[in-house]
């Protein structure tokens, strides 16, 4: 399924959404002409590296080493698929949930999501020493906040079957849909399968932006929620 649009609309203008779209797409300009080798060299140099994350741990490393990748991998990403869907994600669903956290608290939330995010994957692949990069956990946690405050919400959606279809899902089957196979995939590659996804960030990061977005709301937009 492909979210076209929602059926909320913001009342304030999201500037913070626009400009961590703008910002993702500018570095991921920034690095387009490089080779092969030196992206694989980007990815383990500002990347999360869920091997070096336990080393650092163990000795001891100052914590601006450990901080600063989980900082910088989600404003890289893979390919252009990868920050298409990506951003095309946070353009649909990021701005309600900055109408309601306000500006600077959804930055914050934004970021502490990614963050949790990067750290359930280091959790589960402890000795991978591949790197992750990507929004893709930040996003989950506006997922996650949006599935809290506007399940009644309706998603315009293009639905595959033979063809497209376009299709209005309201907004908690759309996500709970999207979480359930973030879930399924996470617990495939818990399995020892391959896959160059890092599910369990999407997992970990939509729950922490469950949990996270009823104690980072304003209590004065309490009587706004859908």
């Known amino acids: 399924m492909i979210p076209l649009r929602d059926s909320i609309r913001a009342r304030k203008k999201p500037y913070v959404n626009w400009l961590l779209i703008i910002i993702n797409f500018m570095v991921f300009f920034s690095y387009l002409g490089l080779s092969q080798s030196g992206l694989e060299e980007l990815y383990l140099q500002y990347g999360v590296v869920p091997s070096r994350v336990v080393y650092l741990l163990q000795t ?4 601006h080493l450990l901080f600063i990748p989980f900082i910088t991998a989600m404003f890289l990403h ?5 920050i298409i869907g990506n951003m095309w994600y946070l353009f649909i ?3 309600n949930v900055e109408d309601l956290l306000g500006h600077t608290r ?5 970021l502490i999501t990614g963050i949790i995010g990067s750290l359930a994957h280091v959790l589960t692949n402890a000795g991978s020493p591949i790197p992750i990069v990507g929004a893709s956990g930040a996003i989950a946690g506006v997922l996650g906040g949006y599935f809290l405050l506007f399940p009644r919400a ?3 959606s293009l639905v595959p079957f033979f063809v497209f279809f376009l299709v209005e899902i309201p907004a908690v089957f759309f996500l709970a849909f999207w979480f359930i196979l973030q879930l399924i ?5 818990l399995g020892g399968v391959a896959n160059p996804v890092a599910w369990i ?3 970990g990061g939509f729950l922490a932006g469950a949990i ?11 009587n706004l929620l859908h």
Do not use: C, E, T
Request: no cysteine.
């Open 60 to 63: 001891g490393a100052p914590l």
């Open 78 to 82: 893979g390919g252009w698929l990868h």
């Open 93 to 95: 669903f990021g701005d």
């Open 106 to 110: 959804y930055l914050f939330f934004y």
């Open 154 to 156: 309706r998603i315009l």
């Open 185 to 189: 995939n996470g617990a495939v590659s």
């Open 201 to 203: 960030a999407h997992v």
């Open 212 to 222: 996270l977005i009823k104690l980072m709301v304003p209590r004065h937009s309490n």
